[in-house]
């Protein structure tokens, strides 16, 4: 029998803290060696842009294994559709035999937000209270949820090309995680009150200029995975050393340019599980810049589709049929 979770299966029992834990756990495994995951490939789809991702991967401590498939389009918000939409598939480990197959665009989402969080944990610096979103849709609001789980966050301010769904995202995160949000004029308006910045758009140019930032900013930046770019150089600059969640990041935008350019060197870019298992170190004072790269990967998805799975079976969501 396979247990089939749907999208609202999945949000009836996943919380952010949950999320968290699977993912720091993913990337204690990551340090240590023991999880398993290959390249990811990519279909870029120019008609459409759009991509189709596949992950796949195992990780040692939990036995999980499985697979995501997942779609981003760009375009999707002006269709009233999510940028990014995925299914996961969880197997036994010892028999291959499918366990089950669940919607994977909140568990993609809440992923991510989990990653931020985790960064932030470990990189931030003293006291932040004002959180600054650039990029106002679903990855925006897990990001804010996670960072009131790690931080002591009193503040958001948001700006977004679509000033609709700024106002309602303001609305949404202040009523859902007690903040007060508050919408800003221009990317430069955040920068300046920030001490956590999270970009989380799908743009393919740099969303903001690193001069403005304060000093001591953590910046969180999330939205590109390809050769789009939302940091400009300034910001590498500034920051010295980029921390990331997989070393695919080195092929992205973000971190593409400045390599080529000779503005970051490829020794000062470092895995987070590094940081976290204490062999290099993260911020080393409070006034310092750090960049979180996140481009995801499958230890991450697997980790925390595999914890939906056990809230499932220990709560009787869900729906087992046979395939």
């Not at 939409?85 to 291959?96: E, K, N, V």
């Not at 209270?129 to 966050?153: D, S």
């Amino acid at each position: 029998m396979v247990l089939i979770l749907t999208e609202t299966d999945v949000q009836s029992i996943l919380d952010i803290g949950d999320a968290i834990e699977a993912v720091e756990g993913a990337f204690i495994e990551i340090g240590r060696g023991t999880a398993i995951a290959p390249a990811r490939p990519n279909l870029y789809l120019p008609k459409y842009d759009g991509n189709l991702l596949l992950n796949c991967g195992y990780l040692h401590a939990s036995d999980s294994v499985g697979v995501k498939i997942a779609s981003s389009y760009a375009g999707n918000a002006r269709l009233g559709l999510p940028t990014v939409t995925a299914l996961i598939a969880l197997y036994d480990a010892r028999s291959g035999a499918l366990l089950s197959l669940m919607g994977g665009t909140y568990i993609t989402a809440m992923k991510t937000g989990a990653s931020g969080a985790v960064a932030a944990k470990y990189l931030v610096g003293a006291n932040p209270v004002t959180a600054g979103i650039i990029g106002t849709g679903i990855q925006g609001e897990t990001q804010v949820w996670g960072l009131t789980k790690v931080t002591g966050l009193k503040r958001v301010v948001a700006y977004d090309l679509d000033e609709e769904r700024k106002s309602r995202f303001c609305e949404k995160v202040s009523k859902k995680f007690g903040v007060q949000a508050l919408p800003a004029n221009s990317s430069e308006a955040v920068l300046r009150q920030a001490d956590i910045l999270v970009t989380a758009t799908t743009s393919r140019n740099p969303v903001f200029s690193g001069k403005f930032l304060k000093e001591g900013t953590h910046v969180n930046a999330i939205g590109s995975f390809t050769d789009a770019r939302e940091l400009d150089e300034e910001t590498i600059r500034m920051a010295k050393t980029v921390y990331v969640d997989n070393e695919e990041a080195l092929a992205v935008g973000d971190l593409k340019v400045p390599l080529d350019a000779g503005s970051l060197r490829k020794e000062n870019v470092v895995h987070l599980a590094e940081v976290i298992g204490g062999r290099r170190p993260g911020r080393t004072h409070d006034k310092q810049v750090t960049v979180f790269k996140s481009v995801g990967g499958a230890p991450y998805d697997i980790a925390v589709a595999a914890k939906t799975f056990q809230l499932a079976k220990a709560r009787r969501v869900g729906k087992d049929v046979e395939l």
